[in-house]
């Protein structure tokens, strides 16, 4: 079999081991390589460029893109493109359309989940088949083996809740085009037409199912995988304290100290998957010492070379800590804003105190990125002075989070299902693609602002809008009502006029304001006709065009910034149709 497994305690050091492989390569050929996410593949193309000149005829992918890239000749023969029919959004609309039949074949054995499927609320019943189909995904990827026996057939009907689940994937089987990967991989045909050779840079703990399609892809091809580890040691058994107290309550007698305990909190998962690889014969490391690990001058490369060389009882050296050792440190906050505030605070002393350091020789992990990303924007995007100013990115967030003009879509979605406030209509209008669509400045907005706090608008488009939201319909503080008292008092051109059809008028239009008055209500009719389709039920095919007429169409502009973005969701619009 030639998988090679590479491991190294520093990153670098593994850069340099894929470089020496890829220079036997044919440089015509296009080099494939598996990482976890963007932010690992932007720095290998850095990484790459900065030592050997140039970085091209990469081709980067993630693990489950190129699973079903190898799957291409096994589902051939089912006529399925190599696009995952297995992911949770397709599943959880499977389910969505299955449901209703698979419940009246079976009631007794839906029971349980019935207060689900009959309520009113559409929404309730996606997300429960989200959950569901969340789930599935579980079990297709840790326990394949229960997806096949229900596929055959053999159902649990003395546990509840494993009898509807079964018999609900042996309908939704039915249906798909394909078998899962943990039967493609099995075939003769598996990765017949894959490429010759594969890198895997940052390999993390992946499911089962994935590393036997790896192993079975080794078969024929050869893979390098490279993947950080703290030893050169076997340490698949190093336990934690709190383990450790466990087996001893269960009586189990510890007779040696199998390493530090840090090794068994931390590395869990890792250790699940060194059995893993043991189980399918491939565990063994090759491991490349870092160079730089070779004194302990500070308190974190005595706590590296501790967990490199695991020292027999455990017993590590006391090193004296000085003051002006900071190599590790501990920031307590009250906050999350006052982490970053810290952060950015740290940062500024370290490049004052080091020259030589540069923003990008530094790395900031984040475990929740998706819940700091806007107090990052936040801290770092107002600085004290031009001179702190930090540059930064952001990597491996959700798309929506990457990209304004997706956001924004996200946005326009929302506003129209929602009862259309004051407040929310503001912050819309005032995010960058849409000032950018109408021509929007600050002071057009701040003027726009004023227009909403004098005429009490509210929300709600109208009285019908009201209705449709089961609210009373009273055209008191809507937009409606708010736009009238502007018009009239533009027609009478006085703004202490008595009232007009039970309507105070509001005469603060002139000059070039008429034409931003024109802009508001054009960005308004568009909102109320977006919303008032998004009220009735239409087919996937029919909410591609109402989309695409109604917000793309309506609220970007498609020039070189937006296409990509505006081209993506144009893509998954036809994926929702097909």
């Not at 708010?482 to 603060?508: H, K, M, Q, V, W």
Request: charged share 25%; net charge negative.
């Amino acid at each position: 079999m030639s998988f090679h497994l590479h491991t190294s305690n520093e990153t670098e050091s593994l850069l340099n081991v894929l470089l020496d492989e890829m220079k036997k390569d044919d440089p015509l050929v296009k080099r494939v390589i598996v990482t976890s996410g963007k932010g690992m593949q932007n720095w290998l193309k850095l990484e790459i460029a900065k030592q050997l000149g140039v970085s091209a005829n990469l081709h980067f992918v993630t693990t489950e893109r190129i699973i079903w890239q190898l799957s291409q000749a096994s589902i051939q023969k089912f006529s399925y493109s190599t696009s995952n029919p297995f992911s949770k959004e397709r599943i959880a609309w499977k389910i969505r359309n299955i449901l209703p039949s698979v419940i009246l074949d079976y009631p007794q054995e839906f029971n349980l989940i019935n207060s689900f499927i009959k309520s009113d609320d559409a929404l309730k019943k996606i997300q429960f088949c989200w959950e569901v189909a969340t789930v599935f995904d579980g079990y297709l990827h840790y326990r394949p083996e229960l997806i096949q026996e229900w596929e055959n057939g053999e159902f649990d009907f003395q546990n509840k809740d494993a009898a509807w689940q079964g018999l609900l994937w042996k309908r939704i089987s039915s249906e798909l085009p394909c078998p899962p990967i943990s039967t493609l991989c099995h075939e003769n045909s598996f990765a017949k037409e894959g490429p010759k050779k594969m890198y895997f840079f940052g390999f993390s703990p992946i499911p089962p199912v994935y590393l036997q399609a790896f192993a079975k892809y080794g078969e024929k091809h050869e893979i390098h995988s490279f993947c950080l580890q703290p030893t050169y040691h076997y340490w698949k058994e190093v336990l934690s304290n709190r383990q450790k107290l466990i087996k001893q309550e269960e009586g189990e007698a510890i007779y040696l100290e199998l390493g530090p305990p840090l090794l068994g909190a931390f590395g869990k998962s890792w250790q699940k998957f060194i059995l893993l690889l043991e189980d399918l014969d491939i565990y063994e490391p090759n491991f490349i010492q870092a160079n730089n690990i070779n004194s302990n001058d500070s308190a974190l490369t005595s706590l590296q070379n501790h967990l490199l060389e695991m020292p027999e009882g455990n017993d590590p050296t006391k090193l004296t800590f000085l003051n002006s050792d900071h190599s590790i440190q501990f920031h307590s906050c009250h906050s999350s804003l006052r982490e970053i505030q810290v952060l950015q605070d740290f940062l500024l002393d370290q490049f004052n105190q080091n020259p030589d350091l540069l923003p990008s020789d530094i790395l900031i992990v984040c475990p929740k990125i998706q819940e700091y990303s806007a107090l990052i924007k936040c801290v770092f995007d107002n600085p004290e002075s031009k001179e702190t100013k930090i540059p930064y990115g952001i990597c491996d967030r959700q798309c929506r989070n990457e990209s304004l003009i997706i956001d924004t879509f996200y946005h326009l979605l929302e506003f129209a299902e929602g009862r259309a406030t004051s407040r929310d209509f503001y912050s819309l209008i005032s995010r960058p693609a849409i000032c950018q669509k109408f021509d929007l400045g600050e002071p057009e907005l701040e003027i726009i602002r004023w227009w909403i706090e004098e005429t009490k608008i509210a929300w709600g488009f109208d009285t019908r809008h009201k209705e449709i939201l089961d609210l009373p319909p009273l055209s008191e503080n809507t937009w409606q009502n708010g736009l009238d008292r502007i018009f009239i008092g533009f027609c009478t051109g006085n703004s202490a006029a008595e009232p007009f059809d039970e309507l105070l008028p509001f005469n603060e239009i002139e000059g070039n304001r008429v034409e931003l008055f024109s802009k508001l209500i054009t960005i308004l009719g568009c909102l109320k006709k977006l919303s008032e389709k998004c009220s009735v039920r239409h087919q996937p095919s029919d909410w591609q065009n109402i989309i695409e007429d109604l917000v793309l169409n309506n609220f970007f502009v498609d020039y070189e910034k937006n296409h990509l973005d505006l081209t993506e969701l144009r893509k998954s619009l036809t994926v929702l149709t097909n």
